[in-house]
């Protein structure tokens, strides 16, 4: 893509970023983002509420308070009922008035396959932005929800997943990361990125590398959604996964010894996942006691350590 180019462009996407950041007055800047997909869940409702939360969350990571949105909709009005949409769209509205912030239009075309989405904006204090590029050797690294969307996502789409699963990984997906993002900030966190299609590694490396650092990480300390080994090693393996793994394959070593199964959970790609944040070592226990009595599944996973060949270290 061509480089924007502008004094005013704060981040742009050299770092991969979760946002772009453009500065309007000596103060403050806007947040932009945009993201959409198709449906990943058989409920329109909720598959509305998952696709905002999903757009949300890009917001949130660089420590923003989203303001307004837009709807993306492409729509197959030919063979599928209006009130599909109707529904989708009262749950992108439902999660948008949740967050604080209110849709104001949006653009929709015909297509033969269903997708929505939403472009959030968003207006910050310059010194309060968010990067993932600031992570410190000797950081904690919080995750604040469980991994495993794309895993269990596709166990549906086949007919296998159990019916708690679909409610726990739908709630899931729903959840803002409006708190995480507000304790982020209150503990003064270095760096963080929210855990979407490129997996946990994958967002783990693009810290790592915008930061100059390694990243450790312990197996047993990152959550995981229930039963989600179980849909794994029965092969419910999403397309993106596969190729994560083989864009990352240079960046990450195993120290642990992992199934494949295990591994595979580590390149899943997410929806609507949690943040990943670096913050200071001190701070994490106070973080997490914060987090939990607010109902997060927050944990700290690993650490962030002195630049090896290897971006990403599995324990």
Known sequence: ?????SP????????????????????????????????IVDDPFAFGQIAAANALSDIYAMGGKPLTALNIVAFPSDTMPEEILGKILEGGAEKIKEAGAVIIGGHSIKDKELKYGLA?????????IMKNSGAKVGDSLILTKPLGTGIITTAIK???????????????????????????????????????????????????????ISLELEYDKIPLL???????LAGCIPGGLNSNREYLQDWVRFNAKLSKAQMDILFDPQTSGGLLISLPKPAAMSYLDEAKKKGLSAAVIGLAASQEKYFISIR
């Open 8 to 39: 005013n462009l704060l981040v742009g996407f050299e770092t991969s970023d979760d946002a772009g950041v453009f500065k309007i007055d000596d103060h403050r800047a806007l947040v932009q983002t945009v993201d959409f997909f198709p449906p």
């Open 158 to 212: 086949r007919g296998l997943a159990k019916k708690e699963d679909i409610d726990s990984v739908t709630a899931m997906m729903s959840q803002l990361n409006n708190v995480a993002s507000e304790l982020m900030e209150k503990y003064d966190a270095h760096a963080a990125t929210d855990i979407t299609g490129y997996g946990l590694l994958g967002h783990a490396y693009e810290i790592a590398a915008a930061s100059g």
């Open 1 to 5: 893509m061509p480089k924007g180019i």
């Open 120 to 128: 959030v904006t968003s207006i910050i204090e310059i010194d309060k």
């Open 226 to 232: 229930p039963n989600l080994l179980d849909y794994s």
